[in-house]
């Protein structure tokens, strides 16, 4: 089977490989995925969508990338899943039509962002220039 082909099932029938079907079970096994292919030394599918989902949200972000999604692309948590899979469809499209290059200009882009604020200016982080 294909990374393009069990994605298109995990999305058909998240249930039977997740059980309970929330945004947390889905993330656990993706992330689960992605490090079964480190330990394994396979080809990371998800290697660049890191990059993809930050450079869509145009700041830094320390946050795993479907947390991302979550914070600031979703409106709930339900809403979150289809687009955890559809920036998983976006990023393979993306390797499958510019290979490599397309993360190098992407990257590229990020540099700008470097400084920028967070999106909230109450979170405890924020750097704001306060005396």
């Known amino acids: 089977m294909t990374f393009t082909g069990f994605i298109e099932g995990l999305e058909k029938r998240t249930g039977m490989y997740v059980g309970e079907v929330?945004?947390?079970?889905?993330?656990?096994?993706?992330?689960?995925?992605?490090?079964?292919c480190h330990v394994h030394h396979l080809d990371d599918p998800f290697d660049g969508?890191?990059?993809?989902?930050?450079?869509r949200l145009g700041r830094r972000c320390s946050l795993h990338w479907t947390y991302i999604i979550?914070?600031?692309f979703a409106e709930d948590e339900e809403s979150a899943i289809p687009l955890i899979f559809s920036s998983i469809r976006d990023l393979?499209?993306?390797?499958?039509?510019?290979?490599?290059?397309?993360?190098?200009?992407?990257?590229?882009?990020?540099?700008?962002?470097?400084r920028a604020r967070p999106?909230?200016?109450?979170?405890?982080?924020?750097?704001s220039d306060q005396p």
């Open 22 to 36: 929330t945004f947390q079970t889905v993330s656990t096994y993706l992330l689960g995925y992605q490090m079964c």
């Open 49 to 55: 969508i890191d990059e993809l989902i930050r450079c």
């Open 70 to 72: 979550r914070q600031f």
């Open 92 to 114: 393979q499209r993306l390797k499958a039509e510019k290979g490599r290059a397309w993360l190098k200009s992407e990257s590229d882009r990020m540099e700008k962002f470097k």
């Open 119 to 127: 999106v909230n200016p109450s979170w405890p982080f924020h750097t």
